[in-house]
């Protein structure tokens, strides 16, 4: 059995290594290694290129290393060959985390507090608790189901919106473009961990960001894309929003000249609000594996109507 892997080399390194010691049958390649091997079987990639079938034409299966995959033109990619995202618990972990931190910063509004401190002033103001604040997550999948959980656990008001129905105890759950607005308007913090597809492209603009109550705040661990960022910065300007964080842009990196480095209130962090976690991870991808050689349905695997 033959792996080609296309993303970061000490990862792949880690996982080789792993391979050969668990799973010595099968070859675990280097896209960058000249021995290129063109029976590659499963292409695990997080980089992309166009010549990619044209290389790997015994390719079964495109394996993503991240839980998005919108990297891949999926419309190019021959129906026969399932694409599949990253699900695995560390990188599950590694995003309720980072947004458990980004949510308590905000509720604690220690934005403020930083602003006051570079004033030198030394001034309190009243504080909710956590029970009396409202957050939101646009996307109840795998990521945003684990969010809404622990923020739920520690005791926010919680709601989510997806595209279909769901039932989250504890959680108030809303769908469809039409009941948009309404979800909106209760998010006095809102969080985007949404798929980039063709419907989700642009979603955080200035419509979305007046349906928000005046001074919530935004979250944005999705893609870059869906961001409108100079509504963005519009909003935070007029103080609509009262403050944001962002760990995705497009582009990435943020260029040095962009208005969002020098953006009173907002905080952004580069990509680094999960990543896929080397063991973990790579007893997923061997599972996924193993279930399709058994003819199993894969798990992640990328619904083409959806897009996600
Ligand atoms: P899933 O596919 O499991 O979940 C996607 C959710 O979004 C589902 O609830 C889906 O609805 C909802 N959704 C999709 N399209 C729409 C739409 N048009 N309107 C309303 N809801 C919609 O994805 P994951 O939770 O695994 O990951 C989410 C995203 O997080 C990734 O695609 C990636 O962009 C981002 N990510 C960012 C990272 C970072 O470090 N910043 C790390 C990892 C991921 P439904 O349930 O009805 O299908
Ligand atoms: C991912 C990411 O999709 O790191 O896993 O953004």
Partial sequence: MKILYRSNRARGEAWKAWLAEYEPDITFT???????????????????SEDLLEKCPNAKVIFSVGAGADQFDIRNIPANIPVVRMIEPGLTQGMVEYV??????????????????????????????????????????????????ALRDFGFQCSGWSRSPHHLLGVECWHGEKQLPEFLAQC????????????????????LFAS?????????????????????????????????????ASPEPIPENSPLWNCENLWITPHVASETRNESAVSALLTNIRRYENGNELFGEIDRQKGY
């Fill in 30 to 48: 280097f896209w960058e290694e000249e021995t290129f091997p063109s029976d590659a079987e499963f292409l695990v990639l997080w980089e992309v």
């Fill in 100 to 149: 458990m931190g980004a949510t308590l910063a905000l509720h604690r509004e220690i934005p403020r507090y930083l602003t006051q401190q570079k004033k030198h002033i030394w001034q309190a103001h009243n504080s909710l608790l956590a029970s009396q604040r409202h957050v939101g997550v646009m996307g109840i999948g795998q990521l945003g189901k684990a969010v809404l959980l």
């Fill in 212 to 248: 928000l109550p005046e001074g919530a705040s935004l979250i944005h661990v999705g893609r870059g894309e869906h961001l409108v960022s100079d509504d963005l910065i519009a909003a935070l300007k007029t103080k609509h929003l009262s403050n944001a964080i962002i760990d995705v």
């Fill in 188 to 207: 006095e913090i809102l969080i985007c961990l949404l798929p980039l597809t063709d419907a989700t492209r642009g979603i955080l603009n200035a419509r």
